[in-house]
């Protein structure tokens, strides 16, 4: 009977620990009360797509021809508060179609625009706060 309990006690405490591993916690709070995870994301229904948008460094990238209609397009960083954020896309094509751009803040979606026509470009905006 002594081993079943030490072997009963060893689970326990097994179980204990792998419980407050943390791995229930947000990824934010990894990165400190002034970082943030950002995501920008772009989709179409059918048509390639050129993007626009401020990285992590404050840089504007042109991507001249992406594939956002059989999977969207997808961009994560980190960015402090304060950080301007901004993305935009036009459809390549001569159809009319159907652009999403969105901006994730710690995957809760901060701003969203949206296009359907050829030649207009459909742009979002997002000012991290300060505090």
């Not at 097994?14 to 995501?39: A, Q, V």
Request: overall charge negative; hydrophobic content about 35%; proline content about 3%.
């Amino acid at each position: 009977m002594g081993k079943l309990s030490k072997i009963i006690s060893v689970c326990i405490l097994i179980i204990t620990l792998t419980g407050c591993g943390g791995g229930g916690g947000s990824e934010n709070s990894k990165l400190g009360p002034d970082t943030h995870i950002i995501k920008y994301e772009v989709s179409s229904s059918t048509q390639n797509v050129s993007i626009t948008y401020i990285d992590e460094d404050g840089k504007t990238v042109n991507l001249p021809n992406e594939n956002s209609h059989d999977h969207p397009w997808a961009y994560t960083f980190t960015a402090k508060n304060g950080s301007h954020l901004a993305l935009s896309a036009q459809l390549l094509g001569s159809e009319v179609d159907t652009i999403y751009v969105i901006i994730f803040l710690d995957n809760k979606e901060v701003a969203r625009e949206l296009s359907y026509s050829v030649g207009v470009t459909a742009n979002t905006e997002y000012d991290i706060p300060l505090n």
